[in-house]
């Protein structure tokens, strides 16, 4: 089972027993993906929630667009689940290619060079998401409602560590390649984790000033 839809249609426990089998997929990058999607729906939440007190009507247009990405960003990542486990394949079967003569052994390379670039293609949106998703998260926290900071902050820790995740493995599967696009891939992906890491820090702060005190 490696369909997005039924993966994630199983309840909980079954999800979870999935992740521990010792299948080849669904791995890190599919859970990074469902992290990032959890991280999504707080971040729409938040963002629902401050739409519907007048008292931050001035943060309205911006908090429309927060929940509107959120949404897309969420659904974008519940077909990474599966995007994940299927370019691993790519992988497997290019490990599995002859290796016995000057010309199988180029060939093979090649291949393994082609799909470990493919393989990191993945993690690398997944990375691209949970940052958008983490700089979200922050401005819910900042200027969403403040009864909803906690999960703001949740949002962007959460999506900070996926996103964080997401880069090893591309880290991981582009360093593995040998084509020129592998290091614009690596470059990227170096951006975005800081991008996540701004945005968490952000969202921290915000949870940090903006909580209730006791009195």
């Not at 990058?29 to 469902?34: R, S």
């Not at 963002?47 to 007190?53: F, G, P, V, Y």
């Amino acid at each position: 089972m490696t369909d997005s839809d039924d993966l994630l249609d199983l309840p909980l426990g079954e999800l979870l027993a999935r992740l521990a089998s010792d299948a080849p997929a669904p791995a890190g990058g599919a859970l990074a993906a469902i992290a990032a999607a959890g991280a999504a729906a707080m971040v729409e939440m938040g963002s629902s929630l401050t739409l519907a007190r007048d008292r931050y009507a001035a943060y309205w247009p911006e908090m429309e667009r927060v929940r509107t990405r959120a949404g897309e960003l969420r659904d974008e990542l519940v077909t990474l689940v599966a995007a994940d486990a299927v370019a691993y394949t790519g992988v497997l079967e290019a490990m599995r290619l002859p290796q016995a003569t000057d010309g199988e052994r180029d060939a093979r390379a090649a291949a393994m060079d082609a799909a470990s670039l493919a393989a990191a293609d993945p993690p690398r949106r997944i990375l691209a998401a949970a940052a958008e998703l983490a700089e979200l998260a922050a401005a819910v926290a900042e200027r969403g409602n403040v009864n909803l900071v906690g999960d703001a902050m949740t949002a962007a820790v959460i999506g900070e560590a996926a996103g964080r995740s997401a880069a090893t493995l591309v880290e991981i599967d582009a360093g593995l390649s040998r084509a020129p696009e592998a290091a614009v891939v690596l470059q990227s992906a170096r951006a975005d984790s800081v991008r996540a890491a701004d945005a968490r820090t952000r969202a921290l702060a915000a949870a940090d000033m903006r909580r209730p005190r006791a009195r």
